[in-house]
């Protein structure tokens, strides 16, 4: 696929399945930008045809085969592009590309991967640790493989990009609490629910709303550690890296505070930043990632959760 083709593709698939990635993207200088939209145009596709959807949209077609066979046929694609096989769909195509130039290993795509592999089987998170490995796998990973894409190598300011696709993910999680509930899937921990005396079925019962947004609320709380330490991974990355990063990191907070704030009426609307909002926060992340610049941030909170490459 010729490269101009593959990169309209790929900006097509950002700026359609993420309004909020795609503001920060923006900033990246233009060879680290091409890398990172080939990485989200995969990341992208995956996430589509396990949900059955399209640029994150409900769908007009009817998937092909059963979630399992979908997951089969990602997993297969995806080792054959790894394997540097000839590769014709663009999201394969685009992976691809981007795998060879920054030496990502196929082992970060099939722990993405997984991340699909545990909706398919509805896994049940019975506590906040399992919920946090789920984000590892969709979210944490992708975190990882965006900062290969960045140069970073050190394996502590991995881990800080490791925190932000986390706390990304546990926003994504509040946000989405609902929908998910409607689509028979369930992110909250079991025990969270016993808390309030709440099944998993009843989450998208508009009655209990109030026993909802006390739980997304501590989702909330549970992702300011995480963003905490992915600000202070910011002077290990270039720094035009550094701004896109931190506008990204800003605009998700956002979302976050937004559906705490809201409380019961959270999910009345999709929460969300304005183009005026995201506007100030790529100001806001210009200060951020310049300032990241002085003295020497502050070491990793051990009790924060470490992603399985680098458990003890």
């Not at 691809?96 to 099939?110: D, G, K, N």
Request: glycine share 6%.
């Amino acid at each position: 696929m010729k490269k101009e083709a593959l990169m309209n593709y790929a900006r097509e698939s950002i700026t359609v399945g993420s309004k909020s990635f795609a503001a920060a993207a923006s900033l990246f200088d233009p060879a680290t930008r091409r890398s990172v939209l080939m990485l989200y145009a995969w990341c992208r596709h995956c996430d589509d045809v396990i949900d059955g959807q399209e640029m994150g949209f409900t769908s007009r077609d009817t998937p092909r085969g059963s979630p399992q066979q979908r997951l089969a046929q990602l997993e297969e694609k995806t080792r054959l592009a790894c394997s540097g096989a000839p590769m014709h769909e663009p999201a394969f195509a685009a992976f691809q590309e981007v795998a060879t130039r920054h030496a990502i290993s196929p082992r970060l795509a099939f722990d993405h991967l997984e991340g699909f592999a545990m909706d398919v089987c509805n896994t049940r998170y019975e506590t906040f640790a399992d919920t946090l490995r789920y984000c590892y796998h969709v979210a944490g990973v992708v975190g990882l493989m965006m900062a290969r894409v960045m140069g970073v190598r050190d394996e502590a300011v991995l881990d800080r990009a490791c925190d932000l696709g986390l706390a990304f993910q546990l926003t994504n999680i509040a946000r989405d609490l609902v929908d998910d509930a409607r689509a028979g899937r369930c992110y909250l921990p079991a025990s969270w629910l016993a808390e309030e005396q709440m099944s998993a079925a009843e989450i998208a019962d508009p009655a209990k709303r109030e026993n909802l947004a006390r739980l997304a609320q501590r989702l909330v709380a549970e992702a300011e550690p995480y963003y905490a330490s992915a600000r202070a991974g910011l002077n290990g990355l270039p720094l035009r890296s550094a701004w896109a990063i931190a506008s990204a990191h800003g605009v998700y907070r956002e979302i976050g505070i937004k559906v705490s704030a809201a409380g019961a009426a959270a999910w009345e609307k999709r929460q969300g930043t304005r183009r005026l909002e995201k506007l100030g926060l790529l100001v806001k992340g210009a200060g951020v990632a310049v300032s990241s610049r002085v003295g020497m941030p502050a070491p990793r909170p051990p009790h924060l959760w470490q992603r399985p490459s680098r458990a003890r």
